[in-house]
C-alpha cells in the first residue's frame, strides 16, 4: 500500500507493537503538523533573513550617510581654513611691501635729518668763525685806533 510514511519509520527505526495500531490519520496529522511547523520555521527564518538584510542594508545606507556627512562638515571647515590661510598669506605680503616702502621712507628722513644737522653745524660753526672774525677785527681797530692816537 502507498500510505504515507511516517517519520519514524522514514528514519528506519522500528516501532514498538502499541505504536504500530495507530491509525494511519493520526500518523498523517502528525506528519502535517510536523511538516507545518517546518515550512512555518522556514517562512519565518526566510522572513528574518530578509529583514536581516533589509535592515544590514538599510544600516549601511544610514551608515554611507553619515559618512557623507562627517566628511562634508570636516571638509567644510578645512575649506575655511585653506581659505583664512590664503587671505592670512596675501596680508603677509601686503604688510612685507608696506614695510619695506617705510623703511626707504624711514631712511629718506633719516638722510634729509642729517643733512639737516650737517647744515645747522655748519652754520653754528660759520657763526663761531663769524664772531672770531668780529673779535679779531674789533682788535685790529683798537689796535690801529692805539697806534693813530699815539702818534
Same mark, same amino acid.
Given at each position: 500500500?502507498?500510505?504515507?510514511?511516517?517519520?519514524?519509520?522514514?528514519?528506519?527505526?522500528?516501532?514498538?507493537?502499541?505504536?504500530?495500531?495507530?491509525?494511519?490519520?493520526?500518523?498523517? =496529522?502528525?506528519?502535517?503538523?510536523?511538516?507545518?511547523?517546518?515550512?512555518?520555521?522556514?517562512?519565518?527564518?526566510?522572513?528574518?533573513?530578509?529583514? =536581516?538584510?533589509?535592515?544590514?542594508?538599510?544600516?549601511?545606507?544610514?551608515?554611507?550617510?553619515?559618512?557623507?556627512?562627517?566628511? @562634508?562638515?570636516?571638509?567644510?571647515?578645512?575649506?575655511?581654513?585653506?581659505?583664512?590661510?590664503?587671505?592670512?598669506?596675501?596680508?603677509?605680503?601686503?604688510?612685507?611691501?608696506?614695510?619695506?616702502?617705510?623703511? @626707504?621712507?624711514?631712511?629718506?628722513?633719516?638722510?634729509?635729518?642729517?643733512?639737516?644737522?650737517?647744515?645747522?653745524?655748519? *652754520?653754528?660753526?660759520?657763526?663761531?668763525?663769524?664772531?672770531?672774525?668780529?673779535?679779531?677785527?674789533? @682788535?685790529?681797530?683798537?689796535? *690801529?685806533?692805539?697806534?693813530?692816537?699815539?702818534?
Amino acid at each position: 500500500m502507498n500510505a504515507p510514511m511516517s517519520l519514524s519509520a522514514a528514519r528506519g527505526r522500528v516501532l514498538p507493537f502499541s505504536e504500530k495500531e495507530k491509525t494511519e490519520e493520526e500518523s498523517g =496529522t502528525l506528519e502535517s503538523s510536523l511538516l507545518q511547523l517546518i515550512d512555518d520555521n522556514r517562512r519565518s527564518s526566510l522572513q528574518l533573513r530578509e529583514k =536581516t538584510e533589509r535592515s544590514r542594508k538599510e544600516a549601511i545606507r544610514h551608515a554611507a550617510r553619515t559618512a557623507d556627512l562627517l566628511v @562634508k562638515a570636516v571638509n567644510g571647515g578645512v575649506e575655511e581654513c585653506f581659505v583664512n590661510e590664503k587671505r592670512i598669506e596675501s596680508e603677509i605680503r601686503n604688510l612685507a611691501v608696506t614695510v619695506a616702502k617705510f623703511g @626707504k621712507q624711514t631712511d629718506q628722513w633719516l638722510a634729509v635729518t642729517h643733512a639737516v644737522n650737517s647744515a645747522v653745524k655748519e *652754520i653754528g660753526d660759520f657763526e663761531n668763525w663769524m664772531k672770531t672774525m668780529e673779535f679779531d677785527c674789533k @682788535k685790529i681797530t683798537a689796535a *690801529i685806533r692805539n697806534i693813530h692816537e699815539d702818534q
